[in-house]
């Protein structure tokens, strides 16, 4: 589905993430974001979100569905 999305994003504007400047972040299943990382090419990111060199959430990010 999420593939589908940038398909469609491509097709409509001309435009594709970069590979190299892109990543990922996933909060799944070990072996679930290792074939998500695979299938999609990109590489694994972190949330560091800090404001003057402190962290500005020292709470663990919850998804809302």
Known sequence: MVRNCLNEFRVAFGLSPNLDKSSMLCDVEPNTKLQLL???????????????????????????V
């Open 38 to 64: 695979d299938a999609f090419g990109y590489k694994e990111g972190k949330l560091y979100i800090r404001y003057l060199g402190v962290p500005f959430i020292t709470t663990k990010l919850l998804m809302i």
